[in-house]
Every structure is written in C-alpha cells, then in structure tokens.
Nanobody, 127 residues
Framework: QVQLVESGGELVQAGGSLRLSCAGS????????MGWFRQAPGKEREFVAV????????FYADSVKGRFAISRHNDKNLVYLQMDSLKPEDTAVYYC????????????????????WGQGTQVTVSS
C-alpha cells in the first residue's frame, strides 16, 4: 500500500509559477514510476508528466512540454512538479500517482497503469 498526499496548489496569475509536491509513504517509493495527471471541470483526467523509478527518464504531455518539470527524491519519498509560464488552460485538479513497474527507466502514461492515487490539489490560473 502506498499513500500519496499532494500539496502546493493555489490561485496564480497567468505567466506565474507553482511547484506541486507529492509526499509518499508505505512501500518502497523507488519501486514506482511517479506521474502527475490533471482533471479540469467537465473534462476527462489527462496525463501531464512522469518520472521513471530511477529518476533518469521523464516524459511530458505536449501541452506542458518546456513549461513543466517533474523531479523526485527517492530518499525522501517526494516527487515534485515545477510549473512555469502557467496558462488559464492549466487550471485543473492535479493528481499524483504511483505505477508499479519493473524497468528502472519505463515511463507509463496511461492512467490504468497507475495503482495508487493522491486526493488531488487544485490549481487555478487566472487570466
């Protein structure tokens, strides 16, 4: 069992920055690829970014590439999402998720690959 708790979401103006944090507890954190997803009102949940077990590999949705950066600290059971140049369309509830994977470099992007989810944190970007 892995428990995930996100924090850092808030109201920010367009062009601003935020850093989301996800604290994990339970089983070995480094056994999981860690991802961020988001869900805007009236829309389906979508993939945002993922960091492999080792932390060496990352993958981003096209909509956030070049603006967002995911990182992790396995010794502290933490994963971050640095979000820069925020746009109103980034407004959503952001979820941290953990995917059990064997490969140290595999980056899952489909939500069904993720076993554990946090409760979400709201990010609102005003224009």
């Amino acid at each position: 069992q892995v428990q995930l708790v996100e924090s850092g979401g808030e109201l920010v103006q367009a062009g601003g920055s935020l850093r989301l944090s996800c604290a994990g507890s339970g089983r070995t954190f480094s056994s999981y690829a860690m991802g961020w997803f988001r869900q805007a009102p009236g829309k389906e949940r979508e993939f945002v970014a993922v960091n492999s077990r080792s932390g060496d590999s990352t993958f981003y949705a096209d909509s956030v590439k070049g603006r967002f950066a995911i990182s992790r600290h396995n010794d502290k059971n933490l994963v971050y999402l640095q979000m820069d140049s925020l746009k109103p369309e980034d407004t959503a509830v952001y979820y941290c998720a953990a995917a059990p994977v064997r490969s140290y470099r595999y980056c899952p992007t489909a939500s069904h690959e993720y076993e554990y989810w946090g409760q979400g944190t709201q990010v609102t970007v005003s224009s």
